[in-house]
């Protein structure tokens, strides 16, 4: 072929890639025309899963071509467990609908921690807002308390320290775990949060005196624990060298007391590296798939996302898909003896404790998905799943809409406004 044949032949195909790209944008264009995209948050409204959530909606927007209205909606439930479920198997598969969830599902799934069959390793990762470059996982006492340092919470002459958390598979929940097995920590876990912000109100109100939460959620959400001296930080997780806002506090890594402990403590950590992970479901087509991932980083990058940010004081240090995937990826290279270890850990967190509140019902809303009761003078409220909520009446199964106001209730649930387990009635 003569070199001015080749020189026609690359104009053809650079023109054909270009005529391409314009068909698929102008496709693009066409289907996000009019639509929402839902933007699913696995956790309570003000937490930092919410945080970061809500700021991305406002800015993505306009980087989806035909700049879609995006919509956050939260979903709750076992830990973010029951938002990833829906995102990976039932959510619509046209690039509508993405969200967020426990950074460390992909790890516990792995691990066989959870039952519910979805397949995360096989979803469409856009990336994560969060690296920790600027960020860490911090356990953090109340200033009012006797612990000191680290050492403190590993000393017999002191009672343990008690911990908030949502549920087992949370990262509120299995790093304080964790680390009262490989450093002997002497702490009790308080799970039933609903979220993170409602777990930080206990702290506040002194109903538990210890947390472990990412430093930019505290920025963001509760900055008078560190403004006020209100909380008193003990470690730091998901740090290679300790961050500059605690030069004198040390790292997990650093008090690992033999290689194993080291080995457990940075597999843990390894979802941290993408602290905010946002997903969409597999199997999309080629082209949403293409835009979606674009539109994330652009906006991840985009300067007046990352002014806001900056104003929330939360960590944008963006990764986009295909690191997170690497990241995943590592994980699975893991060797065999680590993560029998690490799961046999895991293995042994004792079940979610389940309370129960009976009264009568006095209102019911979305055909029975939301139910309250009158309950020592007080309305309280239970979520019920169509799938995971078991609901007897006189007796028998029934359905949640057949829940009727005047009907007597007990609530089986691991706390107020969480989706309960069973719900009998009779009436």
Known sequence: MTLKRISSALVLAALAGGAMGMAQTASAVEFYKGKRITLIVGYTAGGGYDTYS???ARHMEKHVPSNPTIIVKNMTGAGSIKAAAYIADIAPKDGTVFGTFSRSIALSKLLGLIKVPF????MTWLGSLSSYKDDAYMILVRADTPYKTIKDLQDPGLPPAIF???APGSTGYDVPFMLKTVLGLRLKIIAGYPGSKQGAL???RNEVNAVSQGLSSIRATQPHWIKDKKARFL???GRLTRHPMFPNVPTGRELAPNAEALTLIKLQEAPLFMARPYAAPGGMPAERTKVL????????RDPAFVAAGRRLKIDISPIDGDAVTAILDDLKKSPPAVLAKYKA????????PMITHSGKVTKTKRAGRRVWISYKGKEVKAKVSGSRTKVTINGKKAKRKAIKVGMTCTFTYASVGSTAKKIDCKG
């Open 54 to 56: 809500r700021l991305l």
């Open 119 to 122: 397949d995360p390793f096989k």
């Open 164 to 166: 908030s958390a949502t």
């Open 202 to 204: 206990a702290f506040d």
């Open 235 to 237: 470690l730091q997780y």
């Open 293 to 300: 991932k674009k539109a994330f980083m652009d906006t991840a």
């Open 345 to 352: 850990i895991m293995a042994s967190r004792p079940p979610l």
